[in-house]
């Protein structure tokens, strides 16, 4: 059984940091790319950054610079680093994990953005 288990989310003011972790469980994870996803309150949800098996990064615009995705093959866990937040930031931010055309999904958590 496959699980994306994501913590560290919670309320933080503009202009500060928060790290997301996802650990996982049920998969060959070093075989998986991980992504970060977020869903705001009447939006999409949007690709935020991804990490591939090999360790090559990709981010969206809006975060370059900003956030930083990083992965532990020896934890099983991927991490997302997020400084300077900003209050359109907030939203419930997904982890997910790919390999061979099947994708799965975590339960998400809560991300908070006071200006």
């Known amino acids: 059984q496959v699980q994306l288990v994501e913590s560290g989310g919670g309320l933080v003011q503009a202009g500060g940091s928060l790290r997301l972790s996802c650990a996982a469980s049920?998969?060959?994870?070093?075989?998986?790319?991980m992504g970060w996803y977020r869903q705001a309150p009447g939006k999409q949800r949007e690709l935020v950054a991804r990490i591939t098996s090999g360790g090559s990064t990709s981010y969206a615009d809006s975060v370059k610079g900003r956030f930083t995705i990083s992965r532990d093959n020896a934890k099983n866990t991927v991490y997302l680093q997020m400084n300077s937040l900003k209050p359109e930031g907030t939203a419930v931010y997904y982890c997910?994990?790919?390999?061979?055309?099947?994708?799965?999904w975590g339960q998400g958590t809560q991300v908070t953005v006071s200006s």
């Open positions: 049920g998969i060959i994870f070093s075989n998986n790319a």
């Open positions: 997910s994990a790919s390999s061979g055309g099947d994708d799965y």
